[in-house]
């Protein structure tokens, strides 16, 4: 692991060291013809009226772009993570900061300590040629894994075979086989694995189902039942709908909103394995990113952060502050983020830029949250669209890449999907 | 060195998912609301046992109802559980009372493995009007005959001497779900 830097500048120099020809370009291309989401059940091409996958044009990346600037970073910001959780479950106040409610500090570090494996996350990058920047990780319920792993990886397919792409085009996307493999690794073969996400939610189905398609390939039994219809009982063990008891369950539903349901005093005595992880409450949770800013202050991937209580007032008139914000003092001044340590979808999400507010949520769902500050990083624009790269995490590496764009700052849940290839 | 998966071979809409159930043992099951049912249908020389069979599987189907069944501190959360009218009161071993439901019928399937002879587990109703032995598997008559998960004739823990249940023991439904409803994605 690298040591921190003694002094760090915020170098936005870095991002054109490479100049300009040979970092991600986006490409107009072909569209396949559209029959294809009707013959793979692609329910949610379009959400609210507006196109939510978009193959008119994709993103260019050359091989050693990825490996050096995505893959691996991703990996060892994984690693960075689980440094800092397990410090976190040894700090009786960073449980507190985090979020973590006293009745299940217990539940989250005793998952830690006796090793529960993680599955899956996915990282949101800044990246414009340079140093990719964490911006947050959904380690616990990401979304948009079936786009990321099958839907694309079959557009990359279709548009070599069309002629559209050339023979030796690629895609960094090895997440099925990963999973697949994973699971593998975990779990004795036929092991039954219940998947539960909310019911009547297309979007949140599909990642759970392609969750499930990689189980089965890695020989495990899966198992669907709706989250709410998830029962516990008598004995004390959770039961799917048609009362099969559940042994492990994949849940697409946070544990944060677990610790406050009916049934999060049940998690204990069901005897039940989870994925993820109880742990994972620590790293899908922007609590962590002051934690990692504080463990490896200078990082080339991690922009400075801050909780908001320890820096408001310094950040208001100056005053006060650690040794730690004086030396990122430059950066939070000329832009900042403002963000909830649960928010969702962009909620309650502020971008301020010299003290003006530059770009302010809408959705006001999670102000009433503990907040962090984090430096705020411009994503490039690209035909009006800004794009977030989705780093795929499996176990612990880095497996693949989905990319989202918005013409927003913040990205929402109305962003659209938009396919990759690497070429060169 | 690719960089993609070689091969993602999955679509949507439940696949996944449906696939999967055909993977337990499975064998031929019937139920019957009593021996004599039963005894009825061996003498047409529909069925694969004999009279005596169906007097042994009942009787065994009758002694697990008397050590599985669940037990309750109160009619009310059995008839919760139950059905009004299929509960009974039952004396407590250390005295004072507990409700069972009542005996409704017997299900009987052939063993696996080529071993021969039948298994058997006892039904009560449910409360939708079904029927469900003390495991939790669920049959919608105790007239009928079909393929059944082998495992559905694990006989229960016994209930015999533990404290009966409370309203807050019975089977509860709902407790995951509601903290994240507000949102129209519980991921992200």
């Known amino acids: ?424 | 060195m690719r960089k993609r998966s070689a091969t993602v071979a999955l679509t949507l809409m439940g696949a996944a998912f449906a696939l999967s159930g055909c993977k337990e043992d499975q064998t031929e099951a019937s139920s019957f609301p009593n021996a004599a049912a039963c005894k009825a249908q061996v003498e047409q020389g529909s069925l694969a046992f004999t009279a005596e069979d169906c007097d042994a599987a009942f009787a065994q189907a009758q002694a697990d109802h008397n050590e599985t069944a669940p037990r309750y501190d109160a009619l009310a959360v059995c008839e919760e559980q139950h059905g009004a009218g299929n509960c009974e009161q039952q004396a407590q071993p250390g005295g004072g009372f507990s409700f069972m439901p009542l005996l409704a019928g017997m299900l009987i399937g052939q063993m696996l493995g080529g071993r021969g002879g039948f298994m058997s587990q006892p039904l009560s109703r449910t409360a939708d009007g079904r029927y469900a032995t003390p495991g939790g598997t669920k049959v919608a008559t105790n007239t009928g005959k079909g393929p059944m998960n082998a495992t559905a004739f694990n006989k229960a823990p016994s209930t015999i001497g533990k404290p009966p249940m409370t309203q807050a023991d019975a089977m509860r439904r709902g407790g995951f779900g509601s903290s994240g409803a507000a949102r129209s994605t519980m991921g992200g």
Request: aromatic fraction near 12%.
């Open chain 1, 1 to 424: 692991m690298r040591e921190p830097t003694p002094n760090p500048i915020w170098d936005l120099t870095r991002a054109f060291r490479f100049g300009p020809t040979v970092f991600m370009e986006k490409i107009s291309l072909t569209p396949r013809a559209d029959q294809r989401e009707a013959e793979t059940g692609f329910t949610f091409a379009e959400m609210h009226g507006e196109p939510y996958w978009d193959e008119t044009s994709a993103y260019r990346f050359t091989l050693e772009e990825i490996e050096t600037r995505i893959e691996d970073p991703a990996t060892e910001l994984h690693g960075m993570c689980r440094e800092a959780v397990d410090r976190i479950v040894k700090d009786e106040r960073l449980m507190d900061r985090m979020g973590i409610p006293p009745g299940f500090r217990d539940l989250v570090a005793t998952s830690w300590r006796s090793f529960a494996p993680e599955v899956y996350g996915r990282m949101d990058l800044a990246y414009d040629g340079g140093d990719a920047k964490l911006l947050e990780y959904n380690a616990d319920t990401p979304t948009s894994l079936y786009e990321t792993a099958s839907f694309q990886w079959q557009w990359l397919e279709d548009q070599i075979k069309a002629g559209v792409l050339p023979e030796g085009a690629d895609q960094f996307n090895g997440l099925h086989e990963a999973l697949a493999e994973r699971f593998r690794e975990l779990f004795p073969a036929n092991t039954d694995i219940h998947f539960a996400a909310a019911a009547g939610n297309a979007e949140d189905y599909a990642t759970v189902e392609a969750m499930a398609w990689a189980a089965r390939e890695g020989g495990m039994g899966a198992h669907y039942t709706d989250l709410e219809k998830i029962g516990l009982s008598a004995e004390g063990q959770f039961l799917d709908a048609e009362d099969r008891v559940i042994g492990t369950l994949f849940k697409l539903y946070p544990w944060e909103d677990i610790f406050r349901d009916e049934f999060g005093a049940a998690i204990v005595p069901s005897g039940a394995r989870f994925i993820e992880p109880p742990w994972k409450a620590l790293v899908s949770n922007k609590a962590i990113l002051p934690v990692l800013w504080e463990m490896f202050e200078g990082h080339p991937n991690l922009l400075p952060a801050f909780f908001l209580n320890d820096v408001a007032g310094a950040l208001r008139d100056g005053t006060g502050g650690s040794p730690l914000f004086d030396r990122a003092r430059d950066a939070l001044k000329a832009g900042h983020v403002v963000k909830p340590i649960f928010s969702r979808e962009g909620s309650s999400i502020d971008i301020l830029e010299n003290g003006r507010p530059l770009e302010t949520a809408t959705d006001r769902a999670y102000d009433d949250h503990p907040k962090v500050v984090q430096a705020y990083v411009p994503l490039p624009v690209f035909d009006g669209f800004r794009p977030v790269l989705g780093a795929w995490i499996v176990g612990e590496t880095c497996a693949g890449l989905g990319i989202r764009e918005d013409r927003a700052r913040i990205t929402q849940d109305l962003s659209r999907f938009k396919p990759h290839f690497i070429q060169g």
